[in-house]
């Protein structure tokens, strides 16, 4: 596994966000939407999105009366979702670049909850995964909820283009970790696995699992 290589990936990703500020599009995702009624039903109201890109969930949860954080490594991508917030006035949520393979800047026991579309499976190695998994546990409160979502065993993507290690692959430039069910079992230590749903996305389309994990 080539680190050099994983790490440039940040490199790329504020490339793309910088000459395209609207490649999601502005719509919220429906693994966003999904979550926001499963942090309703839970009485969720503090969260932080991880990955948050250019923002367009984590204004979903604001708009929709949580109050939230959202991290990302691009500050291309942080600085877009400044100008929305500003444009629109929200004061429910927060911003920071930040890398999620360090220790991440919360206290202990101090979120309801955590939501991720796809940056579990960004280019991250196993180590990484496992010790991001550790920290959410650490940072949530008792029964908080970690959902997110990855790109799965069933991708038309999985096992193209140039292996970048354990399940990576890299297909145009972006290297992509794919998941099987073992792999998401196995990132359960502090949770209990409440949900994995099976879901497309895209025209590809996008294979992937919305996975629900509650603190013990």
């Known amino acids: 596994m080539d680190t050099k290589v994983l790490n440039q990936q940040s490199q790329h990703w504020e490339k793309n966000f910088s000459n395209k500020p609207e490649m999601f599009g ?16 839970n009485n969720i109201n503090t ?9 367009r969930d984590s204004i979903y949860f604001s708009i929709n009366n949580l109050s939230v954080t959202s991290l990302d490594y691009s500050q291309s991508g942080i600085n877009i979702i400044n100008k929305k917030i500003n444009k629109d006035k929200l004061k429910n949520i927060k911003t920071k670049v930040f890398d999620i393979r360090q220790k ?3 206290e202990d026991n101090s979120i309801d909850g955590c ?3 796809m940056l579990y499976c960004m280019a991250l190695s196993n180590q990484n995964l496992f010790n991001l998994n550790r920290e959410i546990c650490r940072i949530l409160k008792p029964d908080g909820l970690n959902i997110y979502t990855v790109r799965n065993e069933h991708d038309g993507d999985y096992k193209n283009g140039i292996h970048r290690g354990e399940d990576m692959y890299e297909n145009d430039g972006f290297i992509v970790h794919f ?3 073992t792999k998401i079992n196995q990132l359960t230590d502090g949770f209990k696995n409440i ?4 879901f497309e996305e895209g025209t590809f389309p996008r294979k992937l699992y919305f996975v629900v994990n509650k603190k013990i």
């Open 26 to 41: 502005l719509e919220p995702s429906e693994p966003a939407k999904k979550s926001l009624k499963i942090f309703q039903e």
């Open 195 to 198: 949900k994995i749903e099976s």
């Open 47 to 55: 969260i932080i999105e991880l990955g948050a890109g250019l923002g």
């Open 104 to 106: 991440l800047p919360f």
């Open 115 to 117: 939501f991720s579309h």
């Open 179 to 181: 998941f099987n069910k």
